[in-house]
């Protein structure tokens, strides 16, 4: 082997160098560097020393063509404000390991045709896999046309029950919230939440009455009040209740933003939060949650690490393994807004 690399400055060195470097032939070089075809182990090793040598990196287009892999995924969005798509796009970027994978990230803004450019662009820079993250936990239809490649739908379900979905249990999340309210003594407990036509708020409430109702109680007012995420709604609504029902000790909001609301409401009633009344959110969104006064308990649906399981279940996909969908539990992060009673 030469001792000395001659690669001008100006330029990265090449597989061409390495196998100069080496006193071997290109091909040999190559089949070294990436592991396939025979090559004696003295070769190997010399080709080795010559590449680390010269800080050779080889290409990952040339990589990808001799494997039939780019190492790219993409990451198809409708969430405009990220505040889903990107703990998951987080997540999946753990699972694929520090510089393995990249992702492409691509924002649909909800409009199916906007979605079919994103997915034939997608596949065009020959992607080996992809996630589709919904902006709500309906099921959406599956992406139109024939995919060539693995596709994980995350958070949003597909409609078609054959293809692998990653969600979160929000029926269990209202299980968990009314849960955690009775174990810090409350027994009159109202649900302030978001708009019906969502299959979040629907679940949500669901998993609420089950809970309520095997503890032998039922929702104050003896429904859910639904009407939209926002914190005017939670105002609002929390104002009705108090008002219609002063016998309220604990309310469990659809989402953090509703939760802050009712907080403003309850604290210009004069309503100790968390002494005479509790407070539960649903989110964990650090932004509202952690800032609010006083800081807010939520449900956190763990989203990193629903992005990182359907990370693996893709990277698994795209290995020709089988996958199936998956729901997983949330959990309780406790702050000042709940604590038990005495």
């Known amino acids: 082997m030469t001792t000395e690399p001659e690669v001008p400055a100006y330029r990265p060195p090449t597989l061409t160098d390495v196998a100069k470097l080496a006193g071997v032939s290109v091909a040999t070089a190559s089949k070294a560097i990436n592991g396939r075809g025979e090559v004696r182990t003295t070769t190997r090793v010399r080709v080795l020393e010559a590449a680390e040598l010269l800080s050779f990196a080889p290409n990952a287009l040339a990589r990808g063509l001799l494997s039939g892999r780019t190492g790219t995924v993409g990451l198809l969005t409708s969430d405009l404000e990220g505040r889903f798509s990107i703990p998951i796009l987080m997540g999946a970027e753990d699972a694929s390991g520090a510089g393995q994978v990249s992702v492409f990230l691509c924002d649909a803004r909800g409009d199916a045709i906007r979605e079919k450019h994103h997915v034939q662009a997608l596949l065009s820079r020959r992607v080996d896999g992809l996630m589709v993250v919904g902006s709500r936990t309906d099921p959406r239809p599956p992406l139109a046309g024939n995919i060539p490649v693995p596709v994980v739908y995350v958070y949003a379900p597909s409609a078609d029950p054959a293809d692998i979905s990653i969600t979160v249990d929000n029926v269990g999340g209202g299980r968990l919230a009314i849960e955690h309210l009775l174990a810090c003594g409350r027994r ?62 604990a309310i469990f909001c659809g989402s953090d933003q509703i939760a802050r609301g009712v907080l403003e409401t309850l604290r210009d009633f004069g309503r100790d939060v968390p002494r005479t009344i509790s407070v539960i959110g649903f989110d964990n969104w650090e932004a509202i949650a952690a800032d609010s006064r006083p800081r807010l308990t939520s449900i956190d649906m763990n989203l990193k690490h629903l992005g990182a399981v359907a990370g693996q279940r893709l990277f698994a996909a795209i290995d020709g393994a089988a996958a199936s969908s998956e729901e997983f539990p949330g959990r309780v992060v406790m702050r000042e807004s709940t604590l038990p009673v005495g």
């Open 188 to 249: 009159n407990i109202a649900h302030i939440t978001g708009e019906a036509g969502f299959q979040a708020a629907r679940d949500r409430a669901e998993g609420a009455t089950a809970m309520l109702a095997a503890a032998g109680l039922r929702m104050v007012g003896d429904r859910p009040y639904f009407g939209s995420w926002d914190e005017s709604w939670g105002r609002a609504a929390a104002h009705m209740v108090v008002e219609q029902h002063p016998e309220v000790d």
